[in-house]
């Protein structure tokens, strides 16, 4: 791990905190949610000794990356952004690239954007799904588990943002960042605890549904790590998290759709981004009558699923091996063995070369078993 060399690259109007090793063809590596460049470790240190230049971001707003206040600065167009900037910055022509969780449909979108830039993609966990016209992603989520699912409750609190603007309206300054209703009961776990129940949570087949009644402090503690987890690599986790906090990586969510709100004798708004100050990079109008607050937000909100629709229909044209354990959570959505096994998925990914399914193995493959998954990395990519 000494070995390992951290840099801080500019790309995209952000500075970008990039973990690498090795020299020769570059292999890049996109880390998921709760994660850092830390869960490539292994594949890092195993593709260098190879004969590689193995690279992991921290992605936006993750670790030691810079964090944008507004949720609008989340998708999938600026994370892809930050990373072709980050490869021009280094004067990389193309790479191999690999991706875990949110890395993967970032992987997705990269090689749907450019994938001139992309020599041949090794993606986990997460299969491409075309974009649906009809159907924003949550309503699908929300379709299939209802508004327990984990991604329908990362939302923003509006109680917190009607605070704000009442503060705003009577020059009441707030400079921290308020917190939403997800990042408010994070506050109140033990950050190492915290990581502990996410990383066992996401790492069962079962889709996790947080009862807002017992909310995420309801979720199981657990002394007893699994055998590919340490306490120094929670305490890693920790650390950085408590830098940054969950923000960040919650507004990879909340961007895949804004929830809209009605209020009485109002027309529909949109709900508010995330920001440090309401007001900051969108326009507002605040009325108050009587003991009512009347609320109109006026800004950029298109979101991933809207800026995609020129998209709809795109293949992804780039050679592709997809590894996956047949205990993830995202393997045993309704409907998406079929789509991999059935043909769908290579309708949609026509230069998809290999679909490998660890037996055994769940959510955090890259970690839980990575001397077989670095292998099977290693064993396509030596192919180009």
């Not at 690279?55 to 993750?62: E, G, N, Q, V």
């Not at 998406?336 to 949609?348: P, V």
Request: net charge neutral; proline share 6%.
């Amino acid at each position: 791990m000494e070995k390992i060399e951290h840099t801080t690259v500019p790309t995209n109007g952000i500075n970008m905190h990039v973990a690498s090793i090795g020299t020769g063809p570059v292999v890049l590596f996109l880390h998921g949610f709760p994660e850092l460049w830390y869960s490539w470790r292994h594949q890092l240190l195993y593709l260098s000794s190879r004969g590689y230049r193995a690279i992991a971001p921290d992605l936006r707003r993750y670790g030691d990356t810079d964090a944008p206040p507004s949720a609008t600065s989340y998708t999938m167009f600026h994370i892809v952004g930050d990373l072709v900037g980050l490869v021009e910055k280094l004067g990389i022509e193309q790479v191999f690239l690999v991706g875990h969780d949110w890395g993967a449909m970032v992987a997705w979108y990269f090689c749907m954007l450019r994938p001139d830039r992309v020599k041949a993609l090794v993606n986990t966990t997460l299969a491409f799904h075309p974009r649906d016209p009809a159907r924003k992603p949550v309503d699908g989520f929300r379709a299939l588990f209802g508004d327990d699912h984990y991604i329908c409750r990362i939302k923003i609190g509006m109680s917190f943002v009607l605070r704000n603007l009442y503060d705003m309206h009577f020059r009441v300054g707030i400079s921290v960042q308020e917190p939403g209703e997800v990042e408010e009961e994070f506050a109140q776990i033990d950050t190492a605890k915290l990581m502990k129940k996410l990383l066992i949570m996401f790492n069962t087949p079962k889709a996790p549904c947080i009862p807002k009644n017992t909310g995420f402090k309801g979720l199981p503690d657990t002394s007893a790590l699994p055998s590919w987890l340490s306490e120094e690599d929670i305490n890693y986790y920790a650390t950085r998290f408590n830098q940054k906090g969950f923000t960040g990586g919650l507004n990879y969510y909340r961007y895949l759709n804004f929830k809209s709100y009605v209020w009485p004798g109002e027309s529909e708004v949109n709900e508010p981004t995330y920001e440090s100050s309401i007001n900051r990079r969108i326009r507002q109008k605040i009325t108050f009558k009587s003991n009512k607050v009347n609320l109109r937000i006026h800004g950029n909100n298109n979101r991933t699923w809207e800026l995609a629709a020129p998209w709809t229909g795109v293949q992804i044209k780039v050679p592709v091996k997809f590894i996956v354990g047949d205990l993830d959570l995202l393997y045993n959505i309704p409907g998406t063995k079929e789509y991999i096994h059935n043909g769908g998925f290579k309708k949609d990914v026509p230069l998809l070369q290999e679909v490998v399914v660890m037996e055994g193995v769940a959510h955090f493959l890259n970690q839980e078993k990575p001397e077989e998954v670095s292998e099977h990395i290693y064993d396509f990519i030596n192919k180009f």
